[in-house]
């Protein structure tokens, strides 16, 4: 599990395990990580924690927020990266065998966007980030609830059925047999294919839990198989993924075959194999 390294001048004041999905950083009580000082924001940031991935966002706060130095609205956290609110400081530390190295291997992101689309789709955003603060909470806010809607939904199951039991009245009857059970459908295995860019025409099987696509900082969505279907889900950017030439919204939106689906300028297929 991550955790957050508190510190201030050199002294570690606490360490906090980022253990939930949303945790808020600001002067306010209310905060998961209160830092009582004027130059914290009452609500500064925020850190979304997916799985063993962690997205920080500044929420348009008045000092701002750094990270190794250099002023950031969002960033993708990695191993050792130095949060700096005011004169505190947040170090992000990744756990060395957070879980196991299949699990890992399960988990494993795809990046497919090629260093030139992701370059257009960088300014891009960049223009569009530029709306002051009240973009940026739009964007927020749409991040956090697709994040928490699709851990919800993950968690769906089935609820086994109550045994039947044989009737006081008739002790001579042959006890009746157990219902059988439903068999459950089998998942076909869903892939996506490249439309376009300089991999166009490439597939990607989508036989993972959990997807990867785009570049952090850029634009982020995940894609997720779930005994429902796959589900695509916006993470990170300024605009959001489109299914079919409409932007997604805020909750987990299910793909259906032949979906076509664009992420930072790429174009590409989702579809089930047989």
Do not use: C, W
């Not at 990266?81 to 060395?96: H, N, P, S, T």
């Not at 916006?234 to 664009?262: C, F, M, S, Y």
């Amino acid at each position: 599990m991550a955790k957050l390294i508190l510190s201030m001048d050199g002294l570690v004041l606490k360490e906090i395990p980022l253990s939930k999905e949303r945790t808020t950083i600001g002067r306010k009580a209310h905060n998961d990580i209160q830092i009582d000082n004027l130059a914290v924001s009452g609500e500064h940031a925020v850190i979304v924690t997916i799985l063993n991935d962690s997205f920080m966002e500044d929420l348009g706060s008045t000092n701002g927020t750094l990270v190794n130095g250099n002023p950031v609205k969002k960033h993708f956290l990695q191993n050792n990266d130095v949060i700096e609110l005011g004169k505190y400081k947040l170090k992000f530390i990744q756990e060395a065998g957070a879980q196991p190295a299949a699990a890992a291997a399960d988990f494993e992101k795809t990046m497919v966007l090629r260093p030139s689309a992701m370059k257009a789709a960088a300014e891009q955003a960049k223009a569009a980030g530029t709306g002051g603060a009240q973009a940026a909470q739009a964007a927020r806010q749409a991040a956090i609830q697709a994040v928490g809607q699709a851990a919800q939904t993950a968690g769906i199951g089935e609820k086994p059925a109550a045994p039947a039991t044989a009737p006081a009245a008739a002790p001579a009857a042959a006890p009746a047999a157990a219902p059988a059970a439903a068999p459950k459908p089998v998942q076909t295995l869903g892939a996506i294919q490249l439309l376009s860019g300089g991999n166009a025409g490439k597939e990607l099987e989508l036989a993972k839990p959990l997807t990867t696509l785009g570049k952090p900082g850029v634009q982020v969505a995940v894609l997720t198989r779930r005994p429902q279907g796959y589900f695509i889900t916006h993470v990170e950017g300024a605009q959001r993924p489109t299914v079919n030439g409409q932007p997604i919204g805020t909750a987990p939106h299910a793909l259906k075959d032949h979906d076509l689906v664009e992420i930072a300028g790429i174009k590409m297929e989702f579809f089930h194999k047989s």
